[in-house]
């Protein structure tokens, strides 16, 4: 089913998601709804907060085109789409700065620094815990979703300057969210 993307100024996309305890049925429908809506929307990443739940729970599926040549092989070990339940950022390496866009925040863009490389362990949806590595876009992506179940937005991560230059388009999707 697809799920309507939560957008910026609702007040669930501020919630610190709640670790899963066990991967129920009720789990892996959220996980099949969330890559559903994923799609339909066109992203390449999807926390629960935008689709109104707060299990800490992301889909990623960052298309191996997409990526940076250099980076390309590297993350060739990941499958996509990549399921991470409870995850957490054990290391980072090195900095990348790229544009950056998130579902909540449509038509809205900034360069934004990340780390280039992370390491992070979660649990799959056959319940076990894993860790992988990732660098360029995929590392991106990932602690961008991991922000989201923290209730971290990419507004917060825009200087003042980048957010003067969309207050706009902020306060229009503000009171959007207030109308419901
Ligand atoms: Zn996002």
Redesign the pocket.
Known sequence: MILPVVTFGHEILRQKAVPVAEITDTVRQLVRDMLESMYAAKGV???SE?VGRTESVCVIDVPRDAEKEACREENAAVAMPLVLINPEITATEGKQRNEEG????PEIGAPITRADKVTVSYTGLDGARQTLSARGLLSRAIQ??ID?LNGI??VDKMSAMQKMSVAGQLKRLQKEARQG
Do not use: I, K, Y
């Open positions: 990443g999807l926390a935008q998130c579902l909540s925040f961008h979703e989201h937005l990419l």
